[in-house]
């Protein structure tokens, strides 16, 4: 499962956009740091906490895979390689 995927719904996650002042003019900017779900079937965004930072995504990952490993067996699909 790749850090791009949300660990709820496994659907993309896109970067989330500020707007940014710069010259007299308004420029959206994306926030690199974080990661955003926008699926409306999210547990996540109907909770309102569809934004994570990339380290705390990755690592929550990490610990769900390691956790489905070691109590079933066998990783979930998105966690298992092809």
Do not use: W
């Not at 940014?20 to 996540?44: G, W, Y």
Request: hydrophobic share 35%; glycine share 6%; charged share 15%.
């Amino acid at each position: 499962m790749a850090s791009q995927t949300c660990i709820y719904c496994y659907q993309k996650l896109c970067h989330p956009k500020s707007m940014l002042t710069k010259k007299n003019k308004r420029v959206s900017q994306e926030i690199k740091d974080t990661l955003m779900c926008v699926s409306p079937k999210c547990v996540a965004v109907k909770s309102g906490k569809s934004a994570k930072s990339q380290g705390a995504l990755s690592s929550l990952a990490i610990g769900l895979s390691g956790l489905t490993q070691c109590l079933i067996g066998s990783p979930l699909p998105p966690f298992a390689q092809p």
